[in-house]
Every structure is written in structure tokens, then in C-alpha cells.
């Protein structure tokens, strides 16, 4: 039953597109076709809870559609439950900001019949059972996403956006059709069912592991594939923002799991290598990108890179425990890194509703050009706090309670055998914790600069409130990170049937401990508990309110405000981003990025200002996609010169071709 609801819910979702794609300008479709979408995500979203937490999965479904004599199956299981379960609760989100948000759309006729299409595609890869099905999918969820990164596309940064966009789109899906054509193998086999029952040999499991990598890490934004993250996260509207960072990029985590953990067979031990490695480096190279950004969505989107490494890495290190045995490590693994594409999910929408709500209520999206918005923004403020608190990785919030769990089970490799891998593992944790010290300067970071000092200019001072239903987004995702942070094993148990399908095992029951404490391993090892933490936050906070306003001095003192030596009260004597970031540039920038200051101070007596001017690269850029891109326009202007050739000279050319195949099936005879 649950299964064929979602399904009507996907029909549903095709069916506004198109009355999105006939309607065109009318001032009501905004919406309506934001709420039939509210509605419709949230149906979906009770089936595949309900099949997830019910136990109502193993379902099948075959349409007369897609391959002729094969059709087009869809299948529901726990980890496609789970999966369904992040993209319809990000979907209602994204709805549900949209009825305010899109109001403001300059053309939401480029937007609104591609955004329910987009939800569709993303349902559909999800439910997919066979290869064909699930390219087919993929290509409508990369299609509809792409047309959403140029709904402005008047401006020629969102158009090279989008261009880099459908480029790597197009690289990752070659990667997934090549991937599953050697799990097909000689034989042809469509279905995930006929492709789970034949093991293929190591050499063709480790080429699908490869190309698993490049197809799913393209889409997920793992270094050195993430160059279009930045680009087109930015470009698109904020709710679309949200959903590609926080939604799409977990479908990718979602199919590496389904080829890599489910269909390619048992991993071997080296399998982890690769994982952990691009897993960690992704971590660290995200958030010291995020760092030194002074656009608040292009700094997000390269915090999505970070947490999609924390997410792999945790994937590498599930992989590494299964192929040594070790269940119980392994299901800990995994359910860390599940953990954490739920919690990522919740709070990276909330701040790019945020980021929405701030370039609705100013016009800006530079950190430079805002400050004093908690004045102003009151109730935005605090749920961009919220998420800000959660993505840090702070208790008593989400955050947090993933990520430990993530080391508490890197603090179990020992176990494992191979030395490679004890190795690695630790220097993989190093990286981890790096980048989650990081990720809390970053975030102290871009909150101070947005919403505390004063306002930057007059867009940020004259700066209002948006609307309720953005609001009323944000509130239902930051209180779901505060929910899952002090009550984690209830989530934790949430996730047993999806780990228990991928791995086989599953963490021991959470909530039947007592104080609802979570217990990764045994309770002589480690610990935590959310609710403690919380009760103890909120009772010494408050107590310490209570002595600083009831046991301080009442006498009113008038003295002037330490100016830390401006006495200018000007905007512009504030700490900027780029100020603010300036240590950690210079300790990484010059290696990682190649960072550059370059000062014009003029001498006494020359009233210029001075003036700093930063630049720093993305090397993965500068170093492959740059010559890349060059080779490609080179052999390009080499091959148009055949557009110019005479008739002796083409059916030369066709001679030289059939001299050649030939000579070729010779060889291959």
C-alpha cells in the first residue's frame, strides 16, 4: 500500500508540473503549485514513514513502461524508505517556504513547472529497480534541476553555472550507465533482483566501485568532482537551494549505498581506501573553502562539500568494518553516517531559508554588505542560530550526536586487521575533527557578520521580517534539530531497519536505556546523553540570568563604550569576513588555495584609500577542469577543419575509416 501511494504521489507531482507548465504567468500559481507540492510531500512522506517505522517494506511494483518485454520496476525496501522519508520531509520544507518565498520570483514561470518535476525525478531514483528505470530517473532529476539553476538566466555567472552543471551532470550519469552495465554483465541483466543474485568477479566489483565514486561523488560534491556545487547553488532560488544541497546530494549518497552495499556483493577491505580517502579530504577542502567566502550561498554550498564528506567518510568506514566481519562496528558506521544525511538535511535547509529570508528582506547575499539583522530579523535570527549551533557540531543540538557517533566508531578501528587501515583511519579522524573546528569559526563567522554589530548599509538597516510561511519552514526543521539532538536513540532505532537491510546488523536498542542515554558500544566505553546536556545548558543558564539581574548592582552608571581604539562610530570599524578569516587563510590558503594579498598603500600625503585585495583558486579548478576544458576547445577547432574538406578528400577519409575497422575485426578475430 505504501508503495503505490508514493507512486500516486509521483503521478501527482508530474501532473503540477504540467498544470504549472499551461498555466504560465497567473498570479495564483505560484501558490498552488507550492502548496499541491506541500501536499503532496507530505502524503508521500507519511507512506514511507510508515513503511520504514511499520516494518511495511519489500514492495513491487512493475509498470508496462520504460524497456519493451522488462517494464519499469520499482521496489520498496528500508533504505529506500529512509531515503523517501529525507526527500518528501525536505520537499514539504521546501513547499512550505515556497508559498511565502515565491511570491518575490521575478519569473516564476522558469521556476514553478520544473520544481514539482524536480521532486518527481528525485522519488522516482529512489524507487527504481532496474537500471534503465533508474537512469531514466536520474537524468529527469538532473534535467529539472538544471533548468531551476538558470531560472535567472540573464546573468552570466548563472548561465556558466549551469553550463558546468549539465556538464558534470552528464559525466556522472556516463559513470552510473557504465557501472551498471558491467554489473549486467554478457547476460543483460535489467533488474536490481537479477543483478544482486550474480556476484560479479573482483576486477569488474572493484571498475563498479570506481565508477560508483565518480557517478554518485559528481552529483554529491566530493573533491575533486564538486566544482559545480559552488556555481549552481548559488544561481538557483533559495527553496531550490535547499533542496539540491540539502535533498539531491543525499539521492547521490543514497545511490552509492544502493550499487556499492546492496548490488556489487561483499566489499573487499581495500574497497575503504578510496572512500576514506576522498571521505576526509572532502571534509577539510569544503569547509576551508567555506571559510574565506563572503557570499552567504556560495559559503553554504561549499559547507554542503564538508558534510558530504563527513557522510562518505562514515560510509568508508562501514565498508571497512563489513569486509572484516565486524557487524557490530559496522552497523555503528553506518548509522553514523545516516545520522548524519538526516541532520544535514534539517539544518543546511534551515540556513538556506535563512539566506533566502536575508536576500528577500535586503537584496544582498555579501557578508559585508549586512550586519544588525538580529535587530531586524528577530525570529530568523534564531532559527539561523539554531541551524548555525546544529552544522557546528555543538551539544546539545543534531549535530553534534552524528558526529560523535562517527568517532566513536573510527575509535574502534583498531580491531580491524590490515595495517593500512589502522593507519588511515586515525589520520582520516584527525581530518574529521579539523574540519569540525573549522566548521564552528565558520559559522561563529557568518552569523556575527550577518546578524550581530551594526548594519553595514542602508539595505541592511532598512531591513523587515518575511513572511510566515518562510518562517513557519524554519521553525518546524530548527525544532527537529533540537528534537533529534536531545532525543537521538529514538532516531538512532529509526535507522535499524535501513542498517539492518544494508549491513545485516543494527546498533542495539536505544530507547530502552535508561535516562534515554545512547550507548554506541557499552556503557564502561562511552555515553552521551542529549536530554542531560540540554537540562543542564538550560538550568545553569538560567540560573546564571537569574544572579547577574537579581544579585548585580541596580545603580545606573553612564560611562563611554570602549571603542577598542576607534573612536569613529562608523559601520565600516567592524570586523569584516574577510578580516575575520584572514588567520586561517594565511596558515592553509597559500598551500590549498593558493591565497594571495596584495596591499596598495599610498604614501603620506596621497589621499587614495588603501586598499587589500584578496584572491585565491580552487585547485581542483586550475588544475583539471581548466586544461581540460582548454584540450577539449583545441581538438575541437582541430576537428571543425572537416567541415572544409572537397569530395576527394571526405571519401579518402571514409576509405581510411573502413581500412581501418577492418583491419581492427581482423585483429580482434
Not at 477 to 504: E, K, S, W
Not at 520 to 527: K, M, T
Request: proline letters at 5%; a neutral charge.
Amino acid at each position: 500500500m505504501s508503495l503505490v501511494l508514493v507512486m500516486w504521489c509521483v503521478g501527482a507531482y508530474l501532473i503540477t508540473a504540467l498544470v504549472a507548465l499551461i498555466s504560465g504567468r497567473r498570479r495564483a500559481t505560484s501558490a498552488l503549485v507550492y502548496g499541491a507540492s506541500l501536499l503532496i510531500a507530505m502524503s508521500a512522506l507519511v507512506a514511507a514513514l510508515f513503511a520504514l517505522l511499520g516494518n511495511q517494506t519489500s514492495l513491487d511494483m512493475t509498470l508496462p513502461i520504460g524497456l519493451p518485454w522488462i517494464g519499469a520496476h520499482f521496489h520498496l525496501d528500508a533504505l529506500s524508505a529512509f531515503f523517501l522519508a529525507i526527500v518528501n520531509l525536505g520537499a514539504a520544507a521546501a513547499g512550505l517556504y515556497a508559498i511565502g518565498y515565491g511570491a518575490h520570483e521575478s519569473e516564476p514561470q522558469r521556476v514553478l513547472p520544473f520544481f514539482p518535476a524536480f521532486l518527481a525525478g528525485m522519488n522516482l531514483v529512489v524507487l527504481a529497480a532496474d537500471t534503465f528505470s533508474f537512469l531514466f530517473s536520474w537524468e529527469l532529476m538532473s534535467l529539472a534541476s538544471w533548468a531551476l539553476v538558470l531560472a535567472h538566466h540573464k546573468d552570466e555567472d548563472n548561465r556558466r553555472a549551469g553550463y558546468v552543471y549539465i556538464v558534470m551532470a552528464s559525466f556522472g550519469t556516463l559513470a552510473l550507465l557504465l557501472a551498471f552495465s558491467l554489473m549486467s554483465g554478457a547476460d543483460g541483466f535489467f533488474t536490481f533482483a537479477d543483478i544482486r543474485a550474480h556476484v560479479p568477479s573482483p576486477n569488474i566489483a572493484a571498475a563498479v566501485l570506481a565508477l560508483a565514486l565518480m557517478g554518485t561523488g559528481s552529483k554529491a560534491g566530493l573533491a575533486p568532482l564538486h566544482v559545480w556545487l559552488p556555481m549552481a547553488h548559488p544561481a538557483a532560488p533559495s527553496h531550490v537551494s535547499a533542496l539540491m544541497s540539502g535533498v539531491m546530494t543525499k539521492v547521490a549518497v543514497y545511490a552509492f549505498i544502493r550499487l556499492v552495499f546492496d548490488l556489487v556483493g561483499p566489499p573487499g577491505w581495500w574497497w575503504s581506501l578510496p572512500v576514506l580517502i576522498a571521505g576526509g579530504g572532502t571534509a577539510v577542502i569544503g569547509i576551508l573553502h567555506a571559510l574565506i567566502q563572503t557570499d552567504f550561498k556560495r559559503l553554504l554550498a561549499y559547507s554542503t562539500i564538508e558534510n558530504i564528506g563527513l557522510v562518505f567518510a562514515g560510509l568508508g568506514l562501514a565498508l571497512a568494518f563489513e569486509a572484516d566481519g565486524l557487524h557490530a562496528a559496522a552497523a555503528l558506521a553506518l548509522t553514523a553516517a545516516l545520522f548524519h544525511v538526516f541532520n544535514h538535511a534539517l539544518f543546511k535547509s534551515v540556513l538556506f531559508f535563512g539566506a533566502g529570508a536575508v536576500l528577500t528582506a535586503t537584496g544582498r547575499r555579501n557578508l559585508d554588505a549586512l550586519g544588525g539583522l538580529i535587530h531586524r530579523m528577530p525570529v530568523t535570527s534564531v532559527f539561523v542560530l539554531t541551524a548555525c549551533v546544529a552544522i557546528s557540531a555543538l551539544p546539545p543540538l543534531n549535530g553534534f550526536a552524528s558526529e560523535w557517533l562517527t568517532f566513536q566508531a573510527i575509535l574502534l578501528s583498531p580491531q580491524i586487521p590490515e595495517w593500512g587501515l589502522k593507519l588511515l583511519i586515525p589520520a582520516v579522524g584527525a581530518l574529521l575533527a579539523l574540519s569540525a573546528a573549522l566548521a564552528a569559526a565558520c559559522f561563529v563567522r557568518a552569523f556575527g557578520i550577518i546578524f550581530l554589530g551594526r548594519p553595514r548599509s542602508k539595505a541592511a538597516e532598512r531591513a523587515i521580517e518575511v513572511d510566515h510561511w518562510s518562517l513557519g519552514a524554519m521553525a518546524v526543521l530548527a525544532g527537529l534539530c533540537v528534537l533529534a539532538g536531545i532525543l537521538p536513540g529514538f532516531v538512532i532505532d529509526a535507522l535499524a531497519p535501513t542498517v539492518q537491510y544494508a549491513i545485516g546488523d543494527r546498533m542495539p536498542m536505544q530507547a530502552d536505556v535508561d535516562w534515554l542515554t545512547i550507548i554506541p558500544v557499552a556503557a564502561s566505553r562511552s555515553s552521551y546523553n542529549g536530554l542531560l546536556v540540554f537540562l543542564f545548558i538550560t538550568f545553569s543558564a538560567s540560573i546564571s540570568a537569574y544572579a547577574i539581574h537579581r544579585l548585580a548592582s541596580r545603580a545606573v552608571r553612564r560611562a563611554p563604550a570602549w571603542d577598542c581604539g576607534f573612536p569613529e562610530p562608523s559601520p565600516l570599524t567592524q570586523y569584516s569576513a574577510v578580516s575575520f578569516s584572514q588567520p586561517i587563510r594565511r596558515v592553509y590558503g597559500t598551500i590549498l588555495f593558493r591565497a594571495k594579498e596584495t596591499v596598495d598603500m599610498p604614501p603620506p600625503g596621497d589621499m587614495r584609500p588603501a586598499r587589500l585585495v584578496v584572491t585565491q583558486h580552487d585547485l581542483a579548478w586550475d588544475g583539471i577542469y581548466s586544461p581540460l576544458t582548454r584540450s577539449v576547445q583545441f581538438l575541437a577547432g582541430q576537428v571543425n577543419r572537416l567541415q572544409f574538406l572537397t569530395i576527394r578528400q571526405y571519401l579518402s577519409l571514409v576509405f581510411l575509416a573502413l581500412i581501418l575497422l577492418l583491419t581492427v575485426l581482423a585483429i580482434w578475430g
